[in-house]
């Protein structure tokens, strides 16, 4: 029993000490100056394998990207609405207009603090998405392909980060992962917000502490 409790104890001060989150040193000072963020189209990678269907993952991964920052502007505003958090999330039509209309279709290379200056906000969020299967539409995407498929994994990881646009600088990231089977963006948004929230930088509770 002793030996268990022991173990247990351990386990606990390791999963503490490997906690998927980064914070900069001044990241509660970062966040109390932030009044309104944009949610960039995130980076989705479905993770089947077709040497014939590219084309139809792409767009898939496309179209999940564009339901993922829907999910996750319509979480934050519903939070900031409630007065859960301090922040408003600027609306992703606006944000993707935005940037088309400056001739940006893609975020490869980009500049983040460019970005947040260009959409006039005070942070911009980033996300790459590894997804083992489709959320969106997944069973006419199955029947839509040609050939066989393969899925090398079955866990989803969610990586967020939040750049500031004063100093150009990430200053908290937090990395999600989960082998649980999602049915719908909404999901994974939910369960990816709820894994962060004790360490989501722009809580209203926290507002103004300084560490």
């Known amino acids: 029993m002793k030996i268990k409790l022991l ?8 999963i503490s000490n490997c906690e998927p989150v980064y914070k ?3 990241f509660r000072e970062i966040a109390n100056s932030h009044k309104t963020i944009a949610v960039l189209p995130p980076k989705v990678i479905i993770e089947i394998k077709s040497k014939t269907d590219k ?34 999330a600027q609306n992703e ?3 993707n207009k935005m940037l088309l209309d400056n001739g940006i279709t893609s975020l490869t290379n980009q500049n983040y603090k460019d970005l947040a200056v260009l959409l006039n906000v005070d942070a911009v969020v980033s996300s790459r998405i590894s997804l083992a299967k489709p959320l969106t539409n997944a069973a006419s995407f199955f029947t839509g392909l040609l050939t066989g498929y393969m899925s090398p994994s079955k866990v989803t990881t969610v990586d967020l980060s ?6 150009g600088k990430m200053f908290w990231n937090f990395n999600f992962e989960n082998g649980g089977t999602f049915t719908s963006t909404e999901k994974l ?9 004790y360490r989501f930088p722009y809580k209203t509770k926290d507002l103004n ?3």
């Not at 564009?66 to 609405?81: D, I, P, S, T, W």
Request: hydrophobic residues 45%; glycine residues 2%; neutral net charge.
């Open 55 to 88: 084309e139809k993952i792409l767009t898939q991964e496309k179209l999940e990207s564009l339901r993922f920052q829907q999910a996750l502007v319509e979480y934050l505003n519903l939070h900031y609405g409630k007065n859960d958090i301090f922040v408003a």
């Open 93 to 95: 039509e606006i944000t």
């Open 189 to 197: 948004t939910n369960s990816l917000m709820k894994a962060a929230a």
């Open 7 to 14: 173990f247990l104890t351990l386990l606990s001060l390791f």
């Open 162 to 167: 939040l750049t500031d646009r004063n100093s």
């Open 209 to 211: 502490k300084t560490n």
């Open 24 to 26: 900069a040193a001044n």
